[in-house]
């Protein structure tokens, strides 16, 4: 069955942060938490837009950031406030309601930008709530991990579709929704925005086992393979952080 993002997450709300306890989601996080580290050093106000049950919300938090969480799910936002994050809204990322220039900074983590059902509005809504020179934080899809994974499973009547759309179906066998899949290269081009990074979010690939084994050594490796535009597409998702244009 097909549904819309948030009608799924309700739906998965209280199972979410179990689905991401792996050994490679933990991983995953604590290599975003380190990107987030060198691009929000002082406290300031950050919209942590999709934020879910609040995970990147309660990391700044903790470190003196005032946080607005804002998501479209009543109940990823129900968890959120008992986890403790102290402000949440109910909305849209293509419809914000918060007046022009209010954060320093945005946060789309979780591929949220590879969720929205409008990404031009989304992001003319996140470059209209930003002060000029600040930052969008985001990850989303991997174009090419979701080729590759396409041409792997011999699904070549989904491939002509998904060269044209660059959107497939995640989720579930039982729901799913739709998620534009982002190229590297589509994100040097967004009006308004400059780039100031583009990184890869685990680019290779090592049993779980392994990387409880290896966990230093891994994280230390994955974090200078990110930086490696040549190996980007590899990445099963790619972190990026944006600046405003002054005058945008």
């Known amino acids: 069955m097909k549904l819309r993002p948030w009608e799924f997450y309700d739906r998965i709300a209280r199972a979410y942060d179990s689905m991401y306890e792996t050994p490679k989601w933990k991983l995953y996080h604590r290599l975003i938490g380190s990107f987030l580290e060198e691009y929000l050093k ?16 309660l990391f700044l938090q903790e470190r003196g950031f005032e946080v607005v969480l804002v998501d479209p799910s009543k109940e990823m936002l129900e968890v959120a406030r008992e986890k403790g994050v102290k402000n949440v809204v109910e909305a849209r990322a293509e419809d914000l309601p918060f007046p022009s220039g209010a954060f320093e900074a945005v946060l789309a983590l979780g591929d949220v930008l590879s969720y929205v059902e409008n990404k ?3 992001f003319s809504e996140i470059r209209r709530v930003l002060v000029p020179d600040g930052l969008l934080i985001a990850t989303v899809d991997n174009f090419y991990t979701f080729l590759q994974q396409m041409i792997e499973k011999d699904a070549w009547d989904q491939i002509t579709r998904f060269l044209k759309t660059q959107t497939t179906s995640v989720g579930t066998t039982l729901f799913s929704f739709n998620s534009y899949a982002f190229k590297p290269e589509d994100l040097d081009s967004l009006e308004g925005f400059e780039t100031v990074d583009i990184r890869g979010i685990g680019v ?8 409880s084994e290896r966990e230093e050594t891994i994280f230390r490796l ?3 393979l990110s930086k490696d535009r040549n190996i980007i597409w590899k990445a099963d998702h790619i972190f990026f952080v944006l600046k405003k244009k002054r005058g945008a």
């Open 222 to 224: 994955e974090r200078e």
């Open 42 to 57: 002082n406290p300031c106000r950050v919209l942590d837009l999709g934020g879910g049950t609040g995970k990147w919300s």
């Open 204 to 211: 290779m690939e090592y049993p779980d086992e392994r990387i």
């Open 120 to 122: 031009d509005k989304a």
